[in-house]
């Protein structure tokens, strides 16, 4: 029986492939119709028997391209009209954009094989691409993803890039960003003030001058990496002072999984994720014994490792390094750079030389970095690889837009049933960061198509994106910081109503405007009660402490030995030398510029500095990786001494443990018998706090957020501590558990309180 029927795709379904897939599909079955792009979705209408129908309809949700992700399918029939053959018909521009943009994909097996091919017309082509790879996001300038609407319409298709692109069984069929060495994009090498080298190969001459030593800014997809010799220690001394990066970890990338296995214990896991098509910086343990430098990764247990994504990283990794640093080509602080001239200006006394292209990069996107706890993948750090992907939530909400906080923010539109989280922006510190988070805005508004009449924004009256959202003129929601992270965790796993919720991280405004980071709320999307909190402990100098932990250790010695504190303190080495132990003790007893926290981020970096570990920091969240590295990958079955004191909230109280850390050390306990302990005890106490709250409350399900669940130790102990109390435990995968997430809660919450 001859039938028709019109379909309609949504999802991810533009520049992927989708069309030529669905083209050779209605040929294999012998059906007339057409395929279109349109701004909501590709729309397809087919004609034919009505069993070759039925199977074409499975086989395009079963056999997808490999960038192509359906959302939904729509369906209806139609009256046949006799169509027995099938075409791509022009697309059409005009109605509400509604395509989900793929993300950027790392170069794909077939390119590979032709990059490397000497017979081929694309041999050692830095820009080699097809449907099933290369940029996406990082060119878009305008939906739909057609060439017109990306960078590449700066470069006119040569007669073979054409055919490719105009033939639906080739594998190039309307793959935007295709192009050849006659057509495409060019690369080129200069020199610190932008002067083109006279090279005639530049990519061979960059090998040359990394071996000797030399940093070199490499232009990417979304942005430029400062590139050095990984096991050239004098090179990346050189780069960590330039950069002003004294001790955080520099990202490596390494040629392929063999070399990674070199210098990391790799699982399988970890080694599918690194060749995956999002190729993200994947956290791994690194090896006693490498030829890596020291100074890729000082007092880290971790290695941060990629594997090339562009073809560009692949001409430079083939024969001739072990690794190569690759980390964001920017000053600390600030974002990535992207254009040419934004790289000369800001990279200026950083890098020796730079590798330029002609691509422009429409959209700034950084790496993404993720980990393995618990068996499952956590996303810390999202943006390449992942962006724009959205997360499909458990209903459909007015539109809002969340602006996050003011550390790791990223931005957020909740559309109907779909959240956009931004990529990773940064710290709202530099004007840089500031005029990257209205890139970001824009951005998002574009590729959603949506531009929602709500804000979401933090409680804190001091943040700069609190102060953006009153300048918009539009409905403003605050949601409170902890709140938010556990909206975020509910969020992407899709639970609605009453939830225990641990939000533990650094910072966070509280509604007694103190600064809440030990929480224990009672929560829905919503609304939330403050169960329970970590003991209020003083913060002397306020934001010196963030950098200074030996001021936390010092008052927290204060409070746990009283008039024994100095003694204690002399033994530990806690205070700088130059500094007096009277104007440390008068400044939290009269409590002069000191700042009162439950932040169990805080706590610790007081433990590193008791336990000799981290004295002062460089970078935010030293002080407890570090620590977390001393456990040597597991918390002990020592618990140490706490209280839960029972008043309008709970109160976990850890003087009794901090009290006993000091005096072990003092007698010669080890820092990794200590640092295991105090994991064990935060594991135990948390279950004990949840258990009272599911007394009071009859609540069974627990959400873990914020930040401090970045440590490996204390989310996997505390999954399986509350697990075997009989928990449903729900945490991050796809969402980072840190302030990067917030927007998603913002917006859950909002769109929740507004309709």
């Known amino acids: 029986m001859t039938k028709r029927l019109r379909l309609r795709f949504s999802g991810i379904v533009q520049g992927v492939g989708f069309r030529p897939f669905v083209y050779r599909l209605a040929v294999a079955h012998g059906l007339g119709g057409f395929v279109q792009n349109r701004l909501d979705g590709v729309f ?104 017109k609407n990306t960078s590449m319409a700066d470069f006119t298709l040569c007669e073979k890039c054409r055919q490719e692109h105009q033939d639906p069984l080739s594998r190039r069929f309307h793959a935007e960003p295709n192009a050849c060495p006659e057509c495409g994009p060019e690369i080129w090498l200069a020199d610190a003030k932008g002067s083109r080298l006279d090279c005639a190969d530049p990519l061979r001459k960059t090998i040359e001058l990394l071996k000797e030593g030399k940093a070199v800014a490499v232009k990417g997809l979304g942005g430029f990496h400062l590139c050095a010799d990984a096991a050239n220690s004098e090179a990346l001394g050189r780069l960590r002072k330039r950069k002003f990066r004294e001790e955080k970890p520099f990202a490596i990338m390494m040629r392929d999984i063999e070399r990674a296995r070199a210098v990391a214990e790799l699982t399988s896991d970890e080694e599918k994720l690194l060749g995956s098509a999002e190729r993200p910086i994947v956290l791994v343990k690194k090896k006693a014994e490498s030829t890596l430098s020291p100074f890729v990764a000082p007092g880290m247990a971790d290695l941060g490792v990629m594997l090339p994504y562009t073809p560009v990283q692949h001409l430079l990794l083939r024969e001739d390094f072990e690794a190569l640093v690759m980390t964001s080509a920017n000053q600390t602080g600030e974002p990535v750079c992207t254009s040419n001239s934004e790289a000369l200006r800001r990279l200026k006394g950083i890098a020796d030389y ?31 690889g992942y962006v724009p992907k959205p997360l499909v939530l458990a209903r459909q909400y007015p539109s809002v837009l969340g602006l996050g906080a003011h550390l790791k923010t990223a931005v957020c539109i909740l559309k109907g049933d779909f959240a956009f989280l931004s990529q990773y922006v940064g710290n709202m510190d530099t004007p840089e960061t500031r005029e990257f988070f209205h890139e970001s805005i824009a951005n998002l508004r574009r590729v959603t198509g949506c531009d929602p009449d709500i804000v979401a924004c933090d409680m804190h009256p001091d943040y700069y994106t609190t102060w953006v959202s009153t300048q918009m ?74 950098k200074q932990p030996w001021r936390i250790a010092a008052a927290l010695l204060m409070e746990c030995f009283e008039d024994d504190w100095k003694k204690m303190a002399e033994k530990l080495k806690i205070l700088p030398e130059d500094i007096p132990y009277e104007s440390v003790e008068a400044v939290v007893r009269q409590k002069v510029q000191t700042v009162f926290t439950s932040s169990l981020g805080r706590v610790f970096d007081a433990v590193s500095c008791i336990l000799g570990v981290r004295r002062q920091v460089s970078f935010e969240g030293q002080a407890a990786m570090e620590l977390e590295a001393c456990a040597g990958g597991s918390s002990s079955s020592k618990v140490l001494p706490y209280d839960i004191l029972m008043d309008r909230e709970i109160i976990l109280d850890f003087y009794p443990a901090i009290r006993r850390l000091a005096e072990e050390r003092v007698r010669g306990m080890s820092v990794r018998d200590l640092s295991g302990a105090f994991h064990a005890t935060l594991i135990q106490s948390f279950a004990k706090v949840a258990q009272e709250i599911r007394d009071a409350t009859g609540l069974n399900r627990v959400v873990l957020s914020g930040g401090c669940f970045q440590n490996r130790l204390l989310l996997s102990g505390c999954v399986a501590e509350l697990d075997l109390k009989g928990f449903d435990v729900y945490t991050h995968y796809l969402v980072p558990p840190n302030d990067s997430g917030l927007s998603l809660g913002q917006v859950l919450v909002a769109g929740t309180v507004a309709g």
């Open 473 to 546: 003129e539009r409905r403003v929601v605050q949601v409170q910081h902890h709140h938010a992270h556990i909206a975020s965790c509910m969020a992407e796993n899709r639970i609605t109503g009453d939830v225990i919720g641990l939000a533990m991280d650094w910072t966070g405004y509280g509604l007694d405007r103190r600064i809440w980071g030990g929480e224990f709320l009672v929560a829905d999307e919503a609304d939330f009660q403050r169960a329970g909190h970590i003991r209020y402990f003083p913060l002397p100098g306020g934001d010196a402490s963030v």
């Open 354 to 384: 730079f590798l330029f292209h002609n691509r422009n990069i429409a959209v700034r996107c950084d790496d993404s970095v993720t980990m393995f706890a618990q068996g499952a993948q956590r996303v810390l750090r999202r943006s390449r």
């Open 44 to 147: 397809v209408e087919i004609e034919g028997n009505d069993k070759a129908i039925e199977a074409f309809v499975y086989r395009t949700a079963a056999e997808l391209p490999p960038l192509a992700q359906i959302s939904e399918i729509y369906t209806e029939d139609a009256e046949p009209i006799g169509e027995s053959s099938f075409r791509i018909i022009p697309s059409e521009d005009e109605g509400r954009p509604d395509v989900l943009v793929s993300p950027d994909a790392a170069t794909c097996r077939e390119c590979l094989q032709e990059l490397f091919d000497p017979d081929d017309r694309r041999f050692r082509y830095p820009f080699i691409n097809c449907s099933n790879c290369g940029p996406r996001l990082t060119i878009v300038t305008n939906t739909p993803f057609e060439r």
